[in-house]
């Protein structure tokens, strides 16, 4: 049993930034991905950003250069810092935790915070 408490979500102007938290509790394991993905109004949930446990990250092509994902190992926290935010970043931001249990996998979902940004 996971669950995944997610913070920092607003409304800002365009070029302003925010930082959004994700704190995982229950069962925890040494071996997984943290993670934001977003949905925007009358689009798919897409991935924005993912980090290991060893740190190794991974961006979709739309946030290179101003999102950075981090993370504290020790409070099991993600943490996701957006730059220069732009209209089009407006959506619903969900945290994700990927881990494995044996030979499955699994993958716990946020509720969702959202994020606006206004021209």
């Known amino acids: 049993q996971v669950q995944l408490v997610e913070s920092g979500g607003g409304l800002v102007q365009a070029g302003e930034s925010l930082r959004l938290s994700c704190a995982a509790s229950g069962s925890s394991f040494s071996l997984n991905v943290m993670g934001w993905y977003r949905q925007a109004p009358g689009k798919q949930r897409a991935l924005v950003a993912v980090?290991?446990?060893?740190?190794?990250?991974n961006y979709a092509d739309s946030v290179k250069g101003r999102f950075a994902i981090s993370r504290d190992n020790a409070k099991n926290t993600v943490y996701l810092q957006m730059n220069s935010l732009k209209p089009e970043d407006t959506a619903v931001y969900y945290c994700?935790?990927?881990?494995?249990?044996?030979?499955?996998?699994?993958?716990?979902w946020g509720q969702g915070t959202q994020v606006t940004v206004s021209s």
């Open positions: 980090i290991t446990s060893g740190g190794s990250t």
């Open positions: 994700i935790l990927d881990y494995e249990v044996g030979l499955r996998r699994y993958r716990s």
